[in-house]
């Protein structure tokens, strides 16, 4: 094929084939959230770039270098969405539905963009799920969100493939305290770090303690670690969020190096890994970012939330083989004509069909063709019985009633009787 009728690298099709399981993610994790009491908020793909540049943060990988912004027409710089926090942010603050203390419980779905190194579990274009909550400020709502996560987990049958990692970053003033000796003794050894983590000393010196390079964990190994200048409150955030996992016996291990890539966190981060999709094995990730509103230019909210990716987990699903089966449930029913009498007979009737027997799934043969062809179709369809209408049928106001599975002779059933016959075998199928 010419190179110009390709997708995107990175961005990939979800073929006919894969979309049973994604819809399947997406309703079991929508169905979870409606009962834990979120609302849904669908967001545009596209913001003003400035946007994410000041909520993710310059620094940042994603705002540095995985951004795809662009000028519009009009000579706005425009960025396809890498995330969806900020964006909610924006659109609270738009419509004033944080204002007065008012609390939100929301989710979203959708995809995002990442100008990254495509790999197994990393795309350009991807898809999340996430959360976001506003203006409760207490660990019960990390809690919750940890908690409901948990419980997906469980749903999917995936719970004992997951761990989660917790941390906390602690307030704003901690952490740039950390920050600041954390980079002294960092300066100290610069020569011996590499060239990644060298870069990130000016943009973003705490993600150089989750570098992947040895040499630089090893430096690390005797560096000032971020729980020593914690601040009290922080502190008693977090042993309110530990009480609460321990209350519903949630395992999960601290991990004082997760800093997440984002600038917006404080306080709880936190994140699901796997060690089953290789490199990578972040399946869900987020955190608490209580400044995010205000630096928008709002009162001061609290928020919360995370994003899971749903690539990720549908890999996850398939490596540890918990799809469900029924999944790719086959027709009920394949109906079968022969000649434009039968043909438009059998039109009206499948129509018929389809509004007596709720959610029966009835293949009608298109595109006409021999008894042996549409037999052919109606076998490979995968459907439980054949509905068959010829000019004899037509004229007795029959249908010939053929099981394509397992046992049964074909019989002749009268059209009045049809809908309740079918009801009857479909259930028994
Ligand atoms: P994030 O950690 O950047 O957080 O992304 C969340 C999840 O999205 C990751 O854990 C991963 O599963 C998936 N993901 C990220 N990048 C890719 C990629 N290139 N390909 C495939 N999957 C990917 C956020 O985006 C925050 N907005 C989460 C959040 C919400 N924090 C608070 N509220």
């Not at 990988?61 to 924006?90: C, H, I, Q, W």
């Not at 609290?302 to 799809?323: I, N, Y």
């Not at 068959?388 to 074909?410: C, M, S, T």
Request: with cysteine; aromatic share 8%.
């Amino acid at each position: 094929m010419s190179k110009s009728l390709q997708a995107i690298r990175g961005m990939n099709d979800i073929l006919p084939e894969q979309t049973p399981v994604w819809r399947y993610l997406e309703n079991t994790f929508a169905g979870l959230l409606e009962e834990y009491g979120y609302s849904e908020i669908r967001l545009p793909i596209m913001e003003f770039t400035e946007l994410f540049a000041r909520g993710i943060g310059e620094g940042t990988d994603v705002v540095d270098k995985e951004m795809y912004t662009f000028l519009d027409r009009n000579e706005e710089s425009l960025t396809l969405r890498p995330e969806g926090t900020a964006g909610t942010v924006r659109a609270m603050l738009e419509h004033g539905l944080t204002g007065g203390g008012q609390v939100q419980k929301l989710w979203y779905a959708g995809p995002m963009f990442r100008y990254e190194k495509p790999q197994k579990g990393r795309y350009r274009q991807f898809h999340q799920i996430g959360v976001e909550v506003f203006n409760l400020p207490g660990p019960d709502i990390d809690a919750e969100l940890i908690i409901l996560t948990w419980r997906l987990w469980q749903k999917l049958g995936m719970a004992d493939a997951v761990t989660l990692q917790l941390n906390t970053l602690g307030s704003s003033e901690a952490r740039a305290r950390y920050r600041e000796a954390l980079v002294a003794y960092l300066q100290e050894r610069f020569e011996q770090l590499d060239e990644d983590s060298q870069r990130r000393m000016t943009t973003n010196p705490l993600r150089i303690l989750d570098s992947k390079v040895e040499s630089t964990q090893a430096l690390l190994v005797g560096a000032p670690t971020l729980h020593d200048y914690l601040d009290e409150e922080s502190i008693a955030h977090f042993e309110g969020l530990k009480a609460r996992l321990d209350a519903v016996g949630l395992r999960y291990e601290i991990n004082q190096k997760l800093v997440r890539g984002l600038d917006y966190y404080c306080r709880t981060a936190f994140e699901w890994v796997t060690d089953r999709l290789g490199a990578q094995g972040t399946v869900c990730g987020g955190g608490r970012y209580d400044g995010l509103v205000s630096q928008f230019g709002g009162k001061p909210t609290p928020g919360v939330g995370f994003a899971m990716g749903v690539e990720r987990l549908v890999l996850l699903l398939e490596t540890l083989g918990v799809v469900p089966a029924e999944l790719k449930r086959p027709a009920d029913v394949y109906v079968c004509a022969f000649g434009e009498p039968a043909e438009l007979a059998a039109l009206a009737l499948a129509e018929k069909l389809r509004s007596a027997v709720p959610g029966i799934r009835l293949l009608l043969n298109a595109g006409a063709g021999s008894f042996k062809s549409q037999f052919k179709k109606a076998d490979k369809s995968g459907a439980q019985f054949a509905l068959i209408l010829g000019d004899d049928e037509l004229a007795a106001r029959v249908v010939g009633f053929k099981p394509l599975r397992g046992e049964g002779e074909q019989q002749n059933i009268a059209w009045e009787a049809l809908p309740e016959h079918l009801a009857a075998c479909i259930q028994r199928a």
